[in-house]
């Protein structure tokens, strides 16, 4: 009798701080969703006059930029071509300037990787942005650092920031900033 006394009280203990441990109350917690400043001047202004915010871009861009990342990588110059629009602007991260790439055959691309034996790359980071309210267009920075092994035995490397800018499903430009790893 004693012990079905002991257990009564146990399991009305647990019972008390199972109530007591429980609240009513109802948190809020606030979602950003969206936010900055987009400072493009193709339209991207609400009706105010306000920049529109930036969000989380596309998955699907994602997978293209990445698609594009791993075929230079893989010294897959026709794969580049096929996942760009006829001229890609591009900001290497060597010299200054803009150059506008016929990406519309693999000359350009063939050209730059001629004294590329392997390309090793690691990526850390992989972070898409829009601009609110656009379905076709994502920034897809990616952040790395790059061994290339040369023909000729020498390397070279660097840690990369990268901003593959993909529209309509196309990649349209690529903007590189680079600092040595040494």
């Not at 019972?15 to 493009?40: A, Q």
């Not at 519309?104 to 392997?118: L, V």
């Not at 990649?171 to 040494?182: A, G, K, N």
């Amino acid at each position: 009798m004693k012990s079905i006394f002991i257990k009564f009280k146990i399991s009305l203990i647990v019972i008390i701080i199972g109530i007591g441990s429980t609240s009513c109350e109802t948190k809020t917690v606030e979602i950003i969703k969206s936010g900055g400043v987009w400072h493009l001047n193709d339209g991207v202004f609400n009706d105010d006059g306000n920049s529109k915010k930036a969000i989380i871009g596309s998955e699907k861009d994602v997978e293209i930029a990445m698609e594009l990342f791993d075929a230079y990588t893989n010294l897959d110059s026709q794969r580049m071509v096929e996942l760009s629009e006829d001229i890609v602007k591009f900001h290497p991260a060597e010299i200054a300037g803009i150059i506008d790439v016929d990406a519309s055959n693999t000359s350009f691309i063939d050209q730059i990787q001629s004294t590329f034996e392997s390309i090793d790359r690691t990526v850390h980071n992989v972070t898409p942005i829009a601009v609110e309210g656009s379905d076709n267009y994502t920034v897809v920075g990616i952040n790395y650092t790059q061994v290339i092994t040369h023909k000729d035995g020498s390397i070279s490397s660097g840690h990369y920031f990268e901003r593959i800018h993909v529209e309509n499903e196309k990649v349209v430009r690529i903007v590189q900033w680079m600092r040595p790893l040494e």
